[in-house]
């Protein structure tokens, strides 16, 4: 039954349908991938095969589908009678995945949260379970799946205060929404707090860690990065900072913190990777035009001669991160909430990172009381500390290895969440 603040939302989302679909336009002139398979968004998308049980994961973008590979093959091993769906909602997202999975997993876009689009896709899909990657909760989503009998699991759950807030001025929606929520999987007791404010049942809690932390640094992702490193270095040993998934507004602080770091170490190697492929060259101008000599990853150029390396390509982030010798995590000089620190601190290399970090506000707390972390809010600070770490090879490394150990010690969540999940799934 539709609860009248869920009719309110509908019509509300059905009103606000043409800004939405002049939003995909405005976004496809930058990045084509949004101008594909608008029909999918709409729940339109050929039925699955009968002869295989689904389970569909939603991973909104980037950062969660990257969190989601090591469940999804943890879930293909542990229910090979059964095809993976992964969702997503953007261009970028959907890029991932393909990279990331193949053919290995059956992939669309997700639907549109309005009554008609999530029916459609869930008369053609026919999910198990679905399982929702961190904090992409629908209304109407969850509802069509709870009066289907479909459990919904919010995995590697995580809700800022900020977040919070922001549900609880429509606590009639929310509220009913955590009711029909199967089980949440909290990464932390203080997000478990949230969630229960909001009314989530307490039986429906699980606080299961950040999976986040479940990296799998293979063997040749250790080699690919040492050449790397090498490559980038040279003969004459150039350290080396990444600053990784920049924002717009950020850049410009970062490359103003990179000449102060020039007149004190004149070898210096910036590697600057935008968060959004569709600003790619936009921060490329920005280099040159802070005189800076500038290298594309994307057309293989030689870093000999550069000052700045831009990061224009999709899928090496990683590998970056154990090519550098100090990483700086970008979405925090600006109030985006920062971007995922776990990445760097596995390969134990010092972190540093602007002061906004909701998002990981549980990841960067450890790090810092472990000393693996020190947060720059200004360009004087980010130099100041670069060329401190930069100076001094020992203190760098010990700050890494604190980082390193807390990555280590945190563990494990992945195999708490899939308990979660079996027992949902057993039902």
Not at 230 to 258: K, M, Y
Not at 269 to 288: S, T, Y
Not at 323 to 342: E, K, R, T, Y
Request: charged letters at 20%; hydrophobic letters at 45%; one cysteine or more.
């Amino acid at each position: 039954m539709r609860t009248p603040a869920r009719l309110v939302y509908s019509v509300i989302f059905y009103l606000l349908m043409p800004f939405v679909l002049l939003r995909l336009l405005v976004r496809g002139v930058a990045a084509p991938g949004y101008l594909r398979r608008w029909p999918q968004r709409f729940g339109w998308l050929p039925a699955v095969a009968e002869d295989k049980k689904i389970i569909w994961l939603h991973a909104v973008s980037v950062g969660e589908t990257l969190a989601a590979v090591p469940l999804v093959k943890a879930l293909q091993q542990r229910y090979p009678d059964h095809r993976l769906l992964v969702s997503c909602m953007t261009a970028t997202g959907s890029d991932r995945i393909s990279a990331a999975f193949g053919d290995s997993v059956l992939h669309s876009y997700a639907p549109y949260d309005t009554p008609g689009a999530v029916a459609r896709f869930l008369d053609r899909v026919r999910p198990k379970i679905l399982i929702i990657m961190e904090t992409e909760l629908w209304p109407n989503t969850v509802a069509a799946c709870h009066r289907r009998k479909i459990p919904v699991v919010l995995a590697n759950a995580r809700l800022s205060e900020k977040s919070a807030r922001g549900y609880a001025r429509v606590a009639s929606l929310s509220a009913a929404m955590m009711a029909q929520l199967s089980a949440v999987a909290a990464q932390s007791s203080d997000d478990g707090a949230r969630f229960s404010a909001l009314g989530l049942p307490a039986d429906s809690l699980f606080i299961t860690g950040n999976i986040k932390f479940d990296l799998d640094l293979s063997e040749q992702l250790q080699v690919n990065a040492k050449e790397l490193a090498q490559q980038w270095r040279g003969q004459d040993r150039r350290p080396i900072l990444l600053v990784a998934s920049t924002h717009r507004g950020e850049d410009e602080i970062v490359l103003r913190a990179f000449a102060l770091i020039r007149q004190r170490i004149s070898n210096a190697l910036l590697v600057l990777v935008p968060r959004h492929p569709e600003r790619f060259k936009q921060v490329g101008d920005l280099c040159l035009a802070a005189g800076f000599r500038l290298a594309r990853r994307s057309s293989n150029d030689s870093v000999e001669a550069a000052d700045v390396l831009l990061g224009d390509t999709m899928g090496e982030l990683m590998t970056f991160f154990g090519a550098c010798d100090i990483a700086f995590v970008g979405g925090s000089l600006v109030p985006n909430g920062g971007h995922n620190m776990i990445e760097p601190a596995a390969w134990s290399k010092p972190v540093l990172s602007g002061s906004s970090q909701f998002n990981f506000a549980e990841v960067s707390r450890l790090l810092r009381e472990a000393g693996g972390l020190i947060v720059c809010d200004s360009a004087e600070a980010l130099a100041q500390q670069t060329v401190e770490l930069m100076e001094d090879p020992d203190k760098a490394q010990q700050m890494g290895q604190y980082a390193g150990q807390v990555a280590e010690a945190n563990r494990g969540a992945l195999e708490k969440l899939l308990t979660v999940i079996d027992s949902e799934l057993s039902r």
